[in-house]
C-alpha cells in the first residue's frame, strides 16, 4: 500500500490516561472515497483529529503524501492539503457566510482564485449565496453543514475530511450532501475521508470502508463487499 | 449648564481612558477566557517607559511633539513586549489547565511586575511632565473642554477606529475573531492560534499604554500602583460593558466615567467608587451578561 495519499500506521491516541485508538492502520489512496463507520464512541472522530493534529497520536505514524505528519501543528497541516469538515459543523456563528467562506482560504494568497472558488461553492448552493451576509449561526442545519464543506473546499485540499456530514439533517439535505460528497470526488478529484453512523449512505457512496469497534478497525474491505457483510448488515445497516 | 458640560467632558475622559484598557481585558477573555489581572501593571509600564523616555529626552535638549510622539513610541513598544512575554511565560503554558490556574498566574504576574517597576524605579509618586500640546482655541469656545481632555478624547477616538477597521477587514483580525469563536475550528482552517493569541496581547498591550502616557499627562504624577487602580476600573468596564464585547468594552467604559464625575460633582467625591460599582451590582442584576454582552449560551 506503499505511495498511498494518506497512511495511519499503528496509531495511538489518548485523552489523558485513556486510550481512544488502538493500533489504528488506515491506508487511503489518492482520488478515492473511503468510509469509517462505527458506532457512537468508536473513535472515529478521534481518527479525524488526530489526522488533523488536534489530538495528536502518542505513538505511530501519520503519513501524508509519504511525509510524517503526526506531530505537526494543524495549521501546517492544513497548508499540506488537508481540510476538515468537524462533526457539528463548527461555523464561526457570528462571521457571515462570506466570512466564513474567507476563512476557509485563510492560508491562500491567490486573490482571484479565491473569488472563483466562492463564486464556485455559490454555483454548487445556490442558498448560501443568498445569504452571504447573514452570520452563520443564524443558518438552519442544512445550510450549515453546506456552508461547513464549501468553507473546507475554499482550502482546495487534496484529501477533506468529512465528519458525520448527514447528522440531525433532514432526508431532502442527506440526500443532498452525498450527492454534492460525491460530485466533489468525481469533477475536483478530491480524495474523501468520510466518517458516519448513516451506514447505508456511506457505503452507497464510497469505494472502501473501514468498521470500528472500541477504538480498533475490525474490518477493511470494499463498500460492496461490507455491504453484503452479514456481521455489518445486522450491526450497522439494521437489517 | 457650564457645570453639567464640565462633568459630561470629565466623565467623557475618563470613560476614554477605562476604554483604552478595557479593550485589553475583553478582547483577551474574548480569545482565552482569561480574566489577565497584570493587564494594568502594563498600563502602568507604559506610564513609567513614557516618563523615562521623556526625562532623556528633554536632557538632551529636546521638546515639544517629538518627546511626546517618541515617548509614546517606545512606551507602546516596551508594554507590547511585556504584554507578549506575559502571556508567553505566564499563560501559554496553562492553556491547557484547569481555569483557575492561569487566573492565579495572572494575579502572579501582576504582583512580580508591579514589584518589579517598584524596585527598579521607587515607591513614591513620580512627577510626569505635561507631554500633551496646550490648544488655545479650545479655552475661547467656552464649551468646558480642556487641551488636554480633547486631546485625550481624540486619540481614543481614533485609536478604537483603527481597531475596529482591524478586525473587521484584515487578515488578522478575522483570525482573533474566528479563535474567540470556536479556537479548534481556527486551526482546522490553517489559523496559528498561537500567533493570534500573541497579537491579542499586543494589541491590547498597544492600547493600554496609550491610555498610560494620556492619564499620566493628565494628571501629572504616578507611582508603580497605578495599574492596580486602574485596572479595576477597566475591568468593571469591561464586566458591565459585557466582557468578551469590544463594543460593549467602550460603552462600559463611558457609563462608568460619566457615573462616576456626576456623582463627584452632584453629590460628594468620596462616594465617586460606590455609585460605580452599585452600578455595576444593578447592571449584573438586570443584566447579568453586561450591557452588550451576548446571552450566556456557553462554550464548552
Redesign the interface.
Known amino acids: 500500500m506503499s505511495g498511498g495519499l494518506l497512511e495511519l500506521i499503528d496509531v495511538q491516541t489518548y485523552y489523558g490516561n485513556i486510550q481512544a485508538l488502538k493500533d489504528i492502520t488506515i491506508a487511503v489512496e489518492e482520488g478515492e472515497i473511503i468510509t469509517l463507520i462505527g458506532a457512537n464512541g468508536a473513535g472515529k472522530s478521534t481518527t479525524l483529529m488526530s489526522i488533523?493534529?488536534?489530538v495528536p497520536p502518542r505513538a505511530g505514524e501519520i503519513l501524508f503524501m509519504g511525509r510524517r505528519i503526526d506531530g505537526v501543528?494543524?495549521?501546517d497541516i492544513?497548508?499540506l492539503g488537508i481540510?476538515?469538515v468537524?462533526e457539528g459543523r463548527?461555523i464561526?456563528?457570528?462571521?457571515t457566510v462570506t466570512?466564513n467562506l474567507?476563512?476557509?482560504a485563510?492560508?491562500r494568497k491567490d486573490k482571484a482564485g479565491v473569488r472563483k472558488d466562492m463564486e464556485h461553492v455559490f454555483e454548487l448552493f445556490p442558498i448560501l449565496a443568498e445569504r452571504r451576509n447573514q452570520p452563520g449561526g443564524t443558518l438552519s442545519g442544512g445550510e450549515q453543514q453546506m456552508l461547513a464543506i464549501s468553507?473546507a473546499l475554499m482550502?482546495r485540499p487534496r484529501l477533506l475530511l468529512l465528519d458525520e456530514p448527514s447528522l440531525g439533517l433532514a432526508p431532502i439535505y442527506v440526500r443532498l450532501i452525498f450527492d454534492i460528497i460525491r460530485r466533489i470526488n468525481r469533477e475536483d478529484g478530491t480524495t474523501i475521508f468520510l466518517v458516519e453512523q448513516n451506514a447505508n449512505m456511506a457505503l452507497k457512496v464510497a469505494h472502501r470502508g473501514y468498521v470500528m469497534e472500541t477504538g480498533r478497525i475490525v474490518m477493511a474491505d470494499t463498500a460492496e463487499n461490507l455491504r453484503n457483510d452479514e456481521g455489518v448488515k445486522r450491526a450497522y445497516l439494521g437489517m | 449648564m457650564d457645570y453639567f458640560l464640565e462633568l459630561f467632558f470629565g466623565g467623557l475622559t475618563r470613560g476614554s481612558i477605562y476604554a483604552l484598557i478595557a479593550l485589553g481585558y475583553t478582547m483577551v477573555y474574548g480569545i482565552i477566557e482569561l480574566i489577565n489581572f497584570a493587564h494594568g501593571e502594563i498600563y502602568m509600564i507604559g506610564a513609567f517607559t513614557a516618563l523615562i523616555v521623556s526625562s532623556v529626552l528633554a536632557f538632551a535638549g529636546l521638546s515639544g511633539l517629538s518627546v511626546l510622539f517618541l515617548a509614546a513610541a517606545a512606551a507602546i513598544v516596551y508594554s507590547a513586549a511585556h504584554g507578549f512575554t506575559v502571556e508567553k511565560i505566564g499563560y501559554k503554558p496553562l492553556r491547557q489547565a484547569p481555569r483557575l490556574s492561569p487566573l492565579i498566574s495572572a494575579i502572579g504576574m501582576s504582583i512580580f511586575l508591579q514589584n518589579y517597576v517598584m524596585l527598579a524605579q521607587t515607591s513614591d509618586f513620580l512627577p510626569f511632565p505635561s507631554l500633551l500640546p496646550d490648544l488655545p482655541f479650545l479655552s475661547d469656545l467656552e464649551i468646558g473642554i480642556g487641551s488636554t481632555e480633547a486631546i485625550i478624547l481624540m486619540t481614543t477616538a481614533v485609536s478604537m477606529v483603527l481597531l475596529t477597521l482591524l478586525i473587521k477587514f484584515t487578515?488578522m483580525g478575522?483570525?482573533m475573531?474566528?479563535t474567540a469563536?470556536?479556537r479548534?475550528?481556527?486551526?482546522?482552517?490553517?489559523?496559528?492560534?498561537n500567533r493570534t493569541i500573541s497579537y491579542t496581547f499586543i494589541i491590547g498591550s498597544t492600547l493600554a499604554a496609550i491610555g498610560g502616557v494620556l492619564i499620566a499627562s493628565h494628571i501629572g504624577r504616578i507611582n508603580f500602583y497605578i495599574g492596580f487602580i486602574a485596572g479595576i476600573k477597566a475591568f468593571t468596564a469591561a464586566v458591565l460593558g459585557g466582557i468578551g464585547s469590544i463594543p460593549g468594552a467602550v460603552l462600559g467604559a463611558l457609563v462608568l466615567g460619566w457615573t462616576e464625575s456626576f456623582a463627584t460633582g452632584y453629590v460628594s467625591s468620596d462616594y465617586e467608587d460606590v455609585f460605580a460599582f452599585l452600578l455595576l451590582v444593578i447592571i449584573l442584576i438586570v443584566r447579568p451578561s453586561g450591557l452588550l454582552g451576548r446571552s450566556t449560551a456557553q462554550k464548552v
Open positions: 488533523s493534529g488536534i501543528r494543524p495549521n492544513v497548508a481540510s476538515q468537524p463548527r464561526f456563528p457570528y462571521l466570512e474567507d476563512m476557509g485563510f492560508l468553507r482550502a | 487578515k478575522k483570525a475573531r474566528a469563536q470556536d479548534n475550528m481556527a486551526m482546522l482552517v490553517g489559523v496559528d492560534v
